[in-house]
């Protein structure tokens, strides 16, 4: 649309009564008994005392200020400005689920003055307070286009926040207008752990309430830390190596309570290992800081190259999602109150756990699962190269077999992906392979193997949580 520059600043085409009496072939309005074309400059405004009519130049009504913009309808009546900029924020959109850096993109659009593009502007409001308030610069792409960058790890744990954006047009005096709505953030990675502490399941209530035996949902049969792989070891010279991962997004330290989380993405589960030949060049496996900062990622030099692994990188293995599902083992009951230790049930198992196996046993896997986004529950055990329930060889996840690795001790690391682009890694577990011939595992300390440059790693501490 036009802004009308009337009176002092516009020239005049012919008399009228009426908008119906001026030219076609431009937009012209009757203002004073005079066609005055509609232009884009602003002009002076509507000189001191000029009547802004109905459209028929009759008088009456109130005289704008001079310099003031006004703007034509569509039927030629003169009207004051008073429109700021549409505003529309395109990303991110109402209840979004976002994290790490953040794209903010707006639409900025004026029809009557044009946008001062100096003007826009974004805050992030942290929590709904105002003086938790991040600016986020926004760069001008043409055509009315907005684009912005935030790190979100500056609002911290936060779960909602809130974005605002303002924009003034060109129109004298400026008009300003304001969009905003809450999204939802989650900046923090999964928790990956290749150990994890026991867990008892709690269901009941009151005088009725019981808690299972304690158990690791890893099962018996998963590689720990230490663990010297040779002909004569448990399972000879193959490892299951287990991962328990779960994503609990920003309200990780609120407990029993619904809150939105992104998950995990389960195309993004992998286990590595780097062998010694790996830890010979130098290379470590995980990484973050140096000591004691958070574990945030791999030793880019252990990764495979993707044209072809290198003798000093590690080797990769999916990880697949063991379905959730089960209930523990209520073969022996505590007493109220669930204390650490059960006590024998009065009739001989009468409620044995669910088996990952439909066939054979499950070396102590069990179900196991955590509260996921809509569905409540999403997998948290996750098994090398495939899972089948009704495969002796795979229903406790699929074995890997060391003799693909050097002798000599190697690092086991996962990691895994949410939903927004988290990534998280587990702390190593060292172990050392002896393929039978001359003890390359004499005295292995694993505590003396350098698997990364002691950063510090999340992991799971000891449960009571109610499943059933």
Sequence with gaps: AAVLAACGGGSTTGECDTASDCPTDYPYACVGGQCVPATNTGGDGV?????????DGAGGGDALPAGDSVVVTGDGIIVPDVTGPEITIISPTAYEMVGGFLIVE???VDRDSDVDEASVAVTIIGAGNPADAHQVPMLSLGGGDFLGFFDTRELGYLLYPVIVAVARDLATPANESQQGHVFILDNVPPTVALSSATVQVERGEDETKECSLPFNPLGDSAVVHGEVVSPAGRFGMVIYPRARIEDCGNGAD?????LPVAGVDDATTFLFILDQ??????????QGSGAGTPCTGLDPRAVPDPAGRLPTQAVVQRLVPVPP??????????????RDTPTPAPDPYPDPPDSVCDIGPADGLTYWWYAGPSSGRKPAIYVTNAYDAGSLLL??????????LAEGPACVAAVAVDEVGNLGVSAPIAICVNHGGADECAGFNPSSVSCSDNCVADGFSMEMVKKE
């Excluded at 609120?254 to 619904?258: A, E, F, G, L, R």
């Excluded at 030949?277 to 995980?286: C, D, T």
């Excluded at 229903?395 to 693909?404: A, E, L, N, V, Y």
């Design 47 to 55: 000189a001191g005392g000029d009547p802004v009519s109905g459209g």
């Design 395 to 404: 229903c406790t996840g699929g074995p890997f077999d060391t003799r693909t």
């Design 277 to 286: 030949v790996g830890l010979q060049a130098g290379n470590r496996l995980v």
């Design 254 to 258: 609120v407990t029993n309570t619904p």
């Design 106 to 108: 707006l639409k900025v």
């Design 325 to 338: 599902g089960g209930q523990g083992d209520f073969s022996a009951r505590s007493p109220t109150g669930c």
